[in-house]
Nanobody
Framework: QVQLVESGGGLVQPGGSLRLSCAAS????????MGWYRQAPGKARELVAS???????NYVDSVKGRFTISRDNAKNTEYLLMGNLKPEDTAIYYC??????????WGQGTQVTVSS
């Protein structure tokens, strides 16, 4: 049974930091790409960051220089370190893992709120 368990969300002041984690279990095959989407109220879902098994990363322009995605392949776990957080980063963050082209799994979502 494939499971993705997210943690690390919460309330933080502008300029603060949070680290999200996403642990995948029940995977029978190596994971290709891992990453994070977010969805803010009234906004479309947005791909925030992704990382391949080989470590190649991509970020949406608005978080470049502030967020860092990483992964621990041995643990099938991915992380999103979010620094210099801004109110516009407020959203529900969803992790995903892509086992292959046709198999993608999603976490339950974790709320990140950036507010004074």
């Amino acid at each position: 049974q494939v499971q993705l368990v997210e943690s690390g969300g919460g309330l933080v002041q502008p300029g603060g930091s949070l680290r999200l984690s996403c642990a995948a279990s029940g995977m029978s095959f190596p994971i290709n790409t891992m990453g994070w989407y977010r969805q803010a109220p009234g906004k479309a879902r947005e791909l925030v960051a992704s990382i391949t098994r080989g470590g190649s990363t991509n970020y949406v322009d608005s978080v470049k220089g502030r967020f860092t995605i990483s992964r621990d392949n041995a643990k099938n776990t991915e992380y999103l370190l979010m620094g210099n957080l801004k109110p516009e980063d407020t959203a529900i963050y969803y992790c995903y893992v892509q086992r292959n082209v046709v198999s993608t799994y999603w976490g339950q979502g974790t709320q990140v709120t950036v507010s004074s």
